[in-house]
């Protein structure tokens, strides 16, 4: 038995066929590239938060100087920066 001379079976392969040229009409469309805009903010912040990143970690000279200061007998923090570097450390 054949179906392909059946009307209502015609009728459904014409509407899928025109369902077909709708998706080939859209495939055609031109896409456009995607793009990120950074505000001169960000930017800004960018450029601040590479800078600090590149700091070193501990500041030599001044664990230097306090060394030297140690060693000779002549490093006498006050009171007042002992307790401060002791609240800043929170212990």
Do not use: C, W
């Not at 015609?10 to 080939?24: D, F």
């Not at 200061?69 to 002549?74: E, P, T, V």
């Amino acid at each position: 038995m054949k179906i392909t001379n059946n009307q209502n079976v015609q009728k459904i392969l014409g509407a899928y066929k025109k369902k077909l040229e709708g998706t080939e009409k859209t495939a055609k469309l031109k896409q456009e590239n995607d793009k990120v805009e950074i505000s001169e903010t960000a930017r800004e912040f960018q450029i601040a938060l590479n800078a600090y990143k590149k700091l070193p970690e501990v500041r030599q000279n001044k664990v230097d100087e306090v060394t030297k200061q140690i060693q000779s007998g002549n490093y006498t923090p006050s009171a007042e920066e002992v307790v401060h570097s002791i609240f800043d450390r929170k212990i």
